[in-house]
């Protein structure tokens, strides 16, 4: 069973050792990887207008592909070292920060860098 | 605190609400975001060589990068319905069929969809 | 100046000889870096909705990524030698066999490749 | 005959009028669009090692991506009312001041941004 992120990253590693795919999942491969998944995710979205609905075999495969880019995305963070929640909860407060809620309320601008 | 992936989408939840922002994280916007965030992170890796090991201020960025890949992971699976440890689980198993360890052991070409 | 792909092509070719940066401009690398920068290009559009015109200021930037898209377009090519419009002129001769232009008409489902 | 980018240009729009396509083709879509073709591209380069030369097969397919990022670029480019040419010839201007031959000799660090 798969209840946590622990048992995700073990499952994972167990699954790659059985493969003997080390040698393919240095850390620069794995970026790569990633995006590919990420790509290959929103391109089911890629002609839909901002509020179209999925069609029900699109969400199944939609959901496929959230699931190729968590599994990369954990191991990844498993070969660098890095603990997903405590490098989110790192982040969150620096976006807290960096977007304080009653300054850009409703404004795509927060995100913006420039 | 954080302590587990369900802590972390109520988080997000209320960080997006506190600063109206539901109305950008549309799915088809949150998989460009996540894409985006995605390719920061390898941008890292793109002039490296396959074992060059992460200069520390670049480990530190790294870090981030990976946080903001993960939390817009954890915004576009919560607005499509998504439990993302249920998917990675079901995940794994169809590649369990696909990539019998025992036929794939050391073949990068198991990857390979042509 | 530059007037034609090849005027580019050279062009970039003596930039890269001048900077000894051949040794990292492989094609593994180079594809990394094309997808890069179109990330870069697609975050001036991912709050966006469909039809919103980008500002001034925006504009200059996406002209500025446009073309760092097509610089790495035009080196990954020449890495693998690779004629552009060649290549792309028998591409449309496969699109236009793939998407009959009168059972396509008006629906995005022609690039749908499920 | 395509022998030049305004042939090709001209040709890419009779492509897409003629199947009634302009609908889907807004600036937005067609970076969601170039960033997945790229991303596909990617792909098979992201188990090689960085010398790994391609098969013959897979070298077919790597030309069809580039020749779709090309198509999805040029189209953009169109929409946006960008000259390709020009706009690389400004860039090229830019990352010449901004790297200049004699200090960046060799060094990967000429792309660092940080």
Redesign the interface.
């Known amino acids: ?5 622990e ?2 990253r073990e ?2 590693r167990a ?1 790659v050792r ?4 080390d ?2 999942h ?4 794995l ?6 998944e ?14 179209q609905p ?1 069609e029900e ?1 699109t ?1 199944r ?4 592909e ?6 990369y ?2 191991r ?2 498993d070969e ?1 070292g ?1 603990d ?2 405590a ?6 407060e ?3 920060r960096k ?1 304080p ?1 009653d300054r ?3 404004s ?1 601008k ?2 913006d860098r ?1």
């Open positions: 069973m798969i209840e946590s992120l048992d995700l499952r994972l699954f059985e493969r003997d795919w040698q393919f240095r850390p620069k491969n970026t790569m990887a990633l995006v590919v990420a790509a290959e995710l929103m391109e089911h979205f890629q002609w839909l207008s901002l509020d999925l075999e969400f495969e939609v959901r496929e959230v699931a190729d880019v968590f599994i995305l954990v990844l963070a660098l890095i997903l929640l490098a989110a909860a790192d982040k969150i620096v976006n807290a977007y809620a850009v309320r409703g795509a927060k995100y420039y």
